[in-house]
């Protein structure tokens, strides 16, 4: 009698889920958001992050069959975060302008330009 076939690597393993369907339609969906890490570099010109998470739960009876229940999530990257800049007061407000600078005025004084203090 020979010996059964025995699936040692993780791909072999996910290949037995939905009939054979299972594993097919995760590497499409994996290979989709490739495209879409690679576009997303491209339009905001930076790095790209993305996650696939695949968690496998098991079952074993008294008879050694082992049931796997497989979910997973494919992640793209996210949309970049909108940022801005501003200083506080001493009073604790939000303003546009550094209070900790003094401002300066471009100022024209009889055909020439001078920079002032503003008051």
């Keep these: 009698m020979a010996n059964p076939p025995e699936l040692r690597s993780l791909d072999q393993m996910l290949s037995l889920a939905d009939n054979g369907d ?21 339009d905001f010109a930076t790095g790209a992050k993305g996650k696939i998470v695949i968690t496998i739960e098991m ?15 494919v992640e793209g990257p996210k949309p970049p975060k909108h ?7 001493g009073d604790g407000a939000l303003t546009t302008h550094n209070p900790a600078q003094s401002r300066m005025e471009i100022r024209d004084v009889d055909g020439r330009r001078e920079l002032r203090a503003a008051e």
């Design 59 to 73: 079952k074993c009876d008294r008879f050694g069959q082992l049931e796997m229940a497989i979910t997973d999530k």
């Design 22 to 42: 299972y594993l097919p339609d995760l590497l499409e969906r994996i290979e989709a958001n490739n495209v879409e890490m690679r576009q997303f570099a491209q």
């Design 83 to 89: 940022k801005a800049v501003g200083w506080l007061t």
